[in-house]
Antibody, heavy 128, light 107 residues
Framework: QLQLQESGSRLVRPSQTLSLTCAVSGVSISSDYYSWSWIRQPPGKGPEWMAFIYHTGSTYYNPSLNSRVTISIDTIKKQFSLTLSSVTAADTAVYYC????????????????????WGQGTLVTVSA | EIVLTQSPGTLSLSPGERASLSCRASQSVSSNYLAWYQQRPGQAPRLLIYGASNRAAGIPDRFSGSGSGTDFTLTISRLEPEDFAVYYCQQYGNPPRTFGQGTKVEI
């Protein structure tokens, strides 16, 4: 059974970098048919997709984050990670890792779809 | 980017009643690639529907999705106590993936 578990810094100072990791268990992280994603949800608001990554290292980012976000994957450790630089109070949110069905064919990976499994989420607060 | 507008913001109903939730897109959603999620308090969202009308694994058949183009609907045929929650739509036909602001179904 797939399990996703977020870990990382819960309190980040303004202008610093937020770092989170998601441990994947119960399934292969190296499937050509699934990608791995970060989504965040500010208090009282709807979710916002941030980034996808496939096991090949192929990535897709939300342009609204203005290149502040980086997603990476470690297939040996079965985990993927998020960094978000230059944080402000507006980055305070519950951060979720999730799995998204998608498709890779050889070197080409296509944009993934919806999110069929989610971690429990971790609240990250940006405050001095 | 596609903006998804959900209505109503809050739906007040009783157990056993029928709920109809709307999701309207600012432009046509490619291939009707629209999903619905349920979020209970303190929990992560749970996938209910994908491809506008396909129920995800383990989702009861009282949940159904319909629509195409820019107008989509999630229907809960008979509300159970555990269905009182917030529901979000999400489009995956166009980059970037976007979510609606949610509809709260309350007793």
């Amino acid at each position: 059974q797939l399990q996703l578990q977020e870990s990382g810094s819960r309190l980040v100072r303004p202008s610093q970098t937020l770092s989170l990791t998601c441990a994947v268990s119960g399934v292969s992280i190296s499937s050509d048919y699934y990608s791995w994603s970060w989504i965040r949800q500010p208090p009282g608001k709807g979710p916002e997709w941030m980034a996808f990554i496939y096991h090949t290292g192929s990535t897709y980012y939300n342009p609204s984050l203005n290149s502040r976000v980086t997603i990476s994957i470690d297939t040996i450790k079965k985990q993927f990670s998020l960094t978000l630089s230059s944080v402000t109070a507006a980055d305070t949110a519950v951060y979720y890792c999730a799995r998204a069905p998608g498709y890779c064919s050889g070197e080409t990976c296509f944009p993934p779809y919806y999110f069929d499994a989610w971690g429990q989420g971790t609240l990250v607060t940006v405050s001095a | 980017e596609i903006v998804l507008t959900q209505s109503p913001g809050t739906l007040s109903l009783s157990p056993g009643e029928r709920a109809s939730l709307s999701c309207r897109a600012s432009q046509s959603v490619s291939s009707n690639y629209l999903a619905w999620y349920q979020q209970r308090p303190g929990q992560a969202p749970r996938l209910l529907i994908y491809g506008a009308s396909n129920r995800a694994a383990g989702i009861p058949d009282r949940f159904s999705g319909s629509g195409s183009g820019t107008d989509f609907t999630l229907t809960i045929s008979r509300l159970e106590p555990e269905d009182f929650a917030v529901y979000y739509c999400q489009q995956y036909g166009n980059p970037p993936r976007t979510f609606g602001q949610g509809t709260k179904v309350e007793i």
